[in-house]
């Protein structure tokens, strides 16, 4: 809230600087969402390796990274999944 009232502040301080119509039609910019983090906490200890044997589209590779990384396509997201019970989407 208060990053947007800084922006509105600022905004709007030059809108009050500039005389001109293309400066009143910044404060028409709409904002588009393009990116979400979802942190969700089961509580629980998982076994990856079952999991990623019974879903579609799973990576897991502890080597590389501790984590089962399940890719959705429709919505199109990925979770990362943690033994600890932890999910990251």
Same mark, same amino acid.
């Given at each position: 809230?208060k ?9 709007e301080?030059?809108?009050? +600087?500039?005389?001109? +119509? ?12 393009? +990116? ?54």
């Open positions: 809230l990053c947007k009232q800084i922006y509105i502040y600022s905004m301080k030059k809108i009050n +600087n500039k005389k001109s +119509n293309e400066s009143r039609s910044i404060l028409n910019i709409k904002p588009k969402i393009t +990116n979400m983090v979802c942190t969700v906490d089961l509580g629980c200890i998982l076994d990856l390796r079952k999991i990623a044997l019974k879903t579609k589209n799973s990576e897991y590779n502890p080597k590389r990274f501790h984590a089962l990384i399940i890719r959705l396509r429709n919505p199109k997201t990925t979770a990362m999944i943690f033994k600890s019970g932890k999910l990251v989407t």
